[in-house]
């Protein structure tokens, strides 16, 4: 079994895992960053109340560009005071970061990066949806689709990509009920597919 990046991608080769580097370091999802980020940064935040908006700068998070659909769908359908996303993939410039199967091509720490990314993107399709994430409560759902041979991969710390993310912007008293899903596969070969809910403030 593989679990190289190299390996991960569209493209075989050194191209193609540049490519997925470069876009992790775009949007700061490096191996480990992630618990630094939160387990460094989480106290000091905690000790005032500060907004979702403020907790992306306090944490250094940089959105991508809100994503765009592939089909005839629309991103976010907002009914009530619930905000509903259509599914977020792993796409970097509307192509896929991550291709594979977890377990075989891709390791866990490959799908924790897969589903932060696609938790980045929801929270940019949100933002664009909303014009500020302020206005959000709570995550109320997260769905985690993904594709994996058998036992060999961590599922909950794979789809923990996704909640940890969440987690530094909204905080741990807005955390999400949380269903982990395995498929045999997604749409353009991602590993990773969310699907989530949020309540929005009146």
């Known amino acids: 079994m593989s679990s190289s990046k190299s390996g991960s991608t569209i493209e075989a080769g050194a191209e193609s895992s540049n490519r997925v580097r470069g876009s992790m370091a775009i949007f700061g999802i490096a191996k480990g960053m992630n618990r630094m980020t939160y387990q460094g940064r989480a ?4 000790e005032r109340t500060i907004s979702a ?3 992306i700068k306090e944490f250094g998070i940089r959105l991508p560009s809100p994503p765009t659909p592939f089909g005839s769908y629309v991103e976010a359908v907002q009914t009530g005071s619930l905000l509903y996303l259509s599914g977020m993939l792993p796409v970097v410039d509307h192509k896929p970061a991550y291709v594979g199967t977890l377990g075989l091509e891709l390791d866990t720490n490959a799908g924790q990066d897969a589903a932060r990314i696609a938790a980045l993107g929801a929270l940019a399709a949100a933002r664009n949806y909303l014009e500020t994430l302020d ?3 709570r995550v109320v759902r997260l769905g985690v689709f993904m594709v994996a041979s058998g036992n060999t991969v961590d599922q909950p710390a794979v789809a923990n990509g996704a909640s940890d993310l969440l987690r530094d912007v909204f905080g741990d008293e807005n955390m999400a009920v949380r269903s982990v899903i395995g498929v045999a596969s997604l749409p353009l070969g991602v590993p990773i597919e969310l699907e989530i809910i949020f309540e929005l403030n009146e």
Do not use: G, V, Y
């Open 135 to 137: 206005r959000i409560k």
């Open 43 to 46: 106290s000091r935040a905690n």
């Open 53 to 55: 908006e403020e907790r």
